[in-house]
């Protein structure tokens, strides 16, 4: 699987967007799918994460009550709802897909859980 994100753009600080991860249409029920980002001059980080095959939601404390994974009703899209935003979340928001149908406990969004990784979509909040 090859995942795509879009949505990515220029958002005021406390404003919101919406990014979406889809792989040619492919059915996502069942994997594990995350959402990472890398500020600049930062490391990559993951912050939401969710695994399909269990129902595990790992969210990291820097976005915890802003930022969601939810998605389509047809499986195919996940998306990133991101509430309130904040100048901190600038930065290029990656979506990555893991395995299928697996409990992993732990679960968090270590990224040697995810093999397919898109290409990103940059976002930049305004102050």
């Known amino acids: 699987l090859q995942p795509v994100e879009s949505g990515g753009g220029v958002v005021e600080s406390g404003g919101s967007l919406r990014l979406s991860c889809g792989a040619s249409?492919?059915?996502?029920?069942?994997?594990?799918i995350g959402w990472f980002r890398q500020a600049p001059g930062k490391a990559r980080e993951g912050i939401v994460c969710k695994n399909y095959g269990d129902g595990m939601v790992y969210t990291a404390d820097s976005v915890d009550g802003r930022f969601t994974i939810k998605r389509d009703v047809s499986k195919t899209i996940v998306y990133l709802q991101m509430n309130d935003v904040q100048p901190d979340d600038t930065g290029v928001y990656f979506c990555?897909?893991?395995?299928?149908?697996?409990?992993?406990?732990?679960?968090?969004?270590?990224?040697?859980?995810?093999?397919?990784w898109g290409q990103g979509t940059q976002v930049v909040v305004s102050s």
């Open positions: 249409g492919a059915d996502l029920d069942g994997y594990a």
């Open positions: 990555a897909i893991g395995g299928r149908h697996s409990v992993q406990i732990p679960w968090d969004c270590g990224q040697h859980r995810f093999r397919d």
